[in-house]
Nanobody, 123 residues
Framework: QVQLVESGGGLVQAGGSLRLSCAASGRTFSRYYMGWFRRAPGKEREFVAANSWNGGNTYYADSVEGRFTISRDIAKNTVYLQMNSLKPEDTAVYYC????????????????WGQGTQVTVSS
């Protein structure tokens, strides 16, 4: 049974930072891609960032490029999302996902999802 557990969400003022974590368990994820999505109120779930299975390549949505950084600790089966210069429009539920296929190509069709963590950015 694959489990993804996110943590690190919360309330922050515009311009502030948060770091999300996602711990994976249930199997060996060394060959799995990992990434982050988000769903803002009234909107569809959208891609945010992804990391290749070996952590060597990263991909970002245009809206977060330069502000967010995805990283991965393969030994701990954990992926992180460092979010800086947060904006009110970043307010959303953030979801961790994993798949054996490239996350940035699979999109919302990823095999495994976490339960989500709320990020709220006040203006």
């Amino acid at each position: 049974q694959v489990q993804l557990v996110e943590s690190g969400g919360g309330l922050v003022q515009a311009g502030g930072s948060l770091r999300l974590s996602c711990a994976a368990s249930g199997r060996t994820f060394s060959r799995y891609y990992m990434g982050w999505f988000r769903r803002a109120p009234g909107k569809e779930r959208e891609f945010v960032a992804a990391n290749s299975w070996n952590g060597g390549n990263t991909y970002y949505a245009d809206s977060v490029e330069g502000r967010f950084t995805i990283s991965r600790d393969i030994a701990k089966n954990t992926v992180y999302l460092q979010m800086n210069s947060l904006k009110p429009e970043d307010t959303a539920v953030y979801y961790c996902a994993t798949d054996r296929r490239p996350i940035e190509l699979v999109g919302v069709g990823c095999d495994y999802w976490g339960q989500g963590t709320q990020v709220t950015v006040s203006s």
